[in-house]
């Protein structure tokens, strides 16, 4: 599921997300991000520049708007310049939310640390399906850049002796 969004001063934030079964009674619900580091702006600290995403994120109950989770995130991004042949990268994350079976609505900004004209907003209803019963059920498909054999249990991207990097 891909939401695309209205930009102002051309930042380009897009997310993506899965929902995949635990070993208990709940659900991961996993969200992918990406914004373009060119779009970001850089501010010179030391020897280096310094910019990063700012992510808010906002999970209500589609029945009650009982707010499930409320969280903000500060994505750094830090370079040894900021020509178009250093920023030429999108910064790529995952978050990851324990979440019950149910109906919800996911509220997403993504937005420029260091100017606050910069930003896209998201909304996206989804349902997180009860995998207790003994019927036949799938978990969603992440589609992935990257896969490779890991062992650095301490990713953000890792699962089960892998690192997925999301597309």
Do not use: C, H, R
């Amino acid at each position: 599921i891909q939401s695309y969004s209205y930009s102002d001063d051309n930042l380009y934030f897009s997310f993506d997300y899965s929902v995949f079964k635990t070993e208990e009674q709940k659900s991961i619900l996993e969200i992918y991000y990406s914004i373009n580091q060119k779009t970001l702006t850089y501010a010179k600290k030391d020897n280096q520049f310094e910019a990063a995403a700012k992510i808010s994120i906002i999970i209500k109950e589609n029945s009650s708007d009982k707010i499930i989770y409320s969280k903000l995130f500060k994505t750094p991004s830090v370079v040894s310049d900021t020509s178009d042949a250093i920023l030429n990268q999108k910064i790529v994350g995952q978050l990851n939310f324990v979440i019950s079976d149910g109906s919800y609505k996911m509220e997403i900004v993504g937005s420029d640390f260091n100017d606050s004209a910069k930003i896209d907003f998201y909304n996206e209803n989804f349902i997180v399906n009860n995998y207790t019963s003994s019927d036949l059920k799938i978990s969603d498909i992440e589609l992935s850049d990257n896969i490779t054999k890991s062992d650095n249990s301490s990713s953000i991207f890792y699962k089960n002796t892998l690192e997925v990097i999301p597309n």
